[in-house]
C-alpha cells in the first residue's frame, strides 16, 4: 500500500524540513507541501490534487490533524469527497 504525505505551514518563513522528514520516517512514497497555507479548502492546491488522484489501497499521512483540515466542516467534506474512492485510511502522525 501506497502512504502519500502532506504537510504545509502558514507561512512560507516556516521550514518544512521537520515535517518532510517525520512523512518519510512513516515510509510515503509521495510527499506534497504547500507553504503559506490558506484557510479555505478550495485554495489549497496540492492538498486538492492529493485528494483528486488518491486511490484505493492507499494512506495519505500527514503530520498534523490541522493540515489536513482547518474545521470540522473541512473535515467532512474531505471525508465526503474520499468515500467514493475508498482511500484505505486517512491517518495522521504527531510530530515530536
Same mark, same amino acid.
Do not use: W
Given at each position: 500500500?501506497?502512504?502519500?504525505?502532506?504537510?504545509?505551514?502558514?507561512? /512560507?518563513?516556516?521550514?518544512?524540513?521537520?515535517?518532510?522528514?517525520?512523512? @518519510?520516517?512513516?515510509?510515503?512514497?509521495? !510527499?506534497?507541501? #504547500?507553504? @503559506?497555507? #490558506?484557510?479555505? %479548502?478550495?485554495? +489549497?492546491? #496540492? =492538498?486538492?490534487?492529493? =485528494?483528486?488522484?488518491? &486511490? @484505493?489501497?492507499?494512506? %495519505?499521512? /500527514?503530520? +498534523?490533524?490541522? &493540515?489536513?483540515? +482547518?474545521? =470540522?466542516?473541512?473535515?467532512?467534506? !474531505?471525508? +465526503?469527497?474520499?468515500?467514493?474512492?475508498?482511500?484505505?485510511? %486517512?491517518?495522521?502522525?504527531?510530530?515530536?
Amino acid at each position: 500500500m501506497t502512504k502519500v504525505g502532506y504537510t504545509c505551514t502558514s507561512t /512560507v518563513e516556516q521550514n518544512l524540513d521537520s515535517k518532510i522528514i517525520a512523512l @518519510k520516517t512513516t515510509n510515503c512514497k509521495i !510527499i506534497r507541501t #504547500e507553504q @503559506k497555507s #490558506e484557510n479555505s %479548502l478550495a485554495d +489549497r492546491i #496540492e =492538498l486538492n490534487n492529493i =485528494l483528486d488522484f488518491i &486511490h @484505493k489501497d492507499e494512506y %495519505l499521512v /500527514v503530520t +498534523r490533524i490541522d &493540515h489536513l483540515a +482547518r474545521s =470540522l466542516k473541512d473535515l467532512q467534506i !474531505i471525508s +465526503r469527497s474520499t468515500q467514493n474512492k475508498r482511500p484505505s485510511s %486517512l491517518c495522521y502522525r504527531t510530530t515530536g
